[in-house]
């Protein structure tokens, strides 16, 4: 979508209430990204939670727009992407990726005020922008390590996925 008279290009989410967690998962963002500024973390611009024309329940997120899409089409383009063009990474830029991952997520886990653990860290939930500066996205199963009262105690998370995801 385009907001301010056409200057600002955006990615709107919304969300499909009637699937199992789908709030949760809207509100779970809103919880992790509301405080949060990084650069290699996906902007919201805005949120919105209203009743749509059928007195249903809406909620969406507006994201900055990323033109270069996920990271997963750049790994594992499909026929259709293959066949227009040809998206290929080079060493340099798979490195800049891994960097600016890993920057986020030190980020998340270190400099927040409360540490995020993010649980569902994928190709497909990392965004690349126009000049392939990867940002990660998707909070809706992030979760808040609460802090500890003795820094020598070690907390644990986890989440439900697939075995050998982060």
């Not at 600002?8 to 499909?16: D, G, L, P, W, Y």
């Not at 007195?55 to 994201?63: M, P, R, S």
């Not at 497909?124 to 979760?143: E, Y």
Request: proline share 3%; with cysteine.
């Amino acid at each position: 979508g385009l907001l301010n008279q056409g200057e600002t290009n955006v990615a709107v989410k919304v969300f499909n209430l009637p699937q199992h967690g789908a709030s949760k998962s809207f509100m779970a963002e809103c919880e992790s990204l509301r405080n949060i500024r990084h650069r290699n973390l996906v902007k919201v611009i805005t949120s919105c939670s209203s009743i749509d024309f059928a007195g249903n329940d809406f909620k969406a997120l507006v994201y900055e727009f990323m033109s270069n899409g996920s990271l997963e089409r750049w790994l594992y383009p499909n026929a259709e992407v293959a066949q227009v063009e040809q998206r290929n990474l080079n060493i340099l830029q798979r490195l800049n990726i891994a960097i600016d991952v890993a920057s986020a997520l030190d980020y998340l886990h270190h400099n927040c005020k409360t540490p995020i653990i993010h649980c569902d860290l994928k190709p497909s939930n990392i965004l690349l922008d126009d000049d392939m500066v990867a940002h990660v996205g998707d909070f809706g199963l992030s979760r808040f390590l609460p802090m500890t009262i003795n820094n020598s105690s070690r907390s644990q998370t986890s989440s439900i996925g697939i075995k050998g995801s982060i």
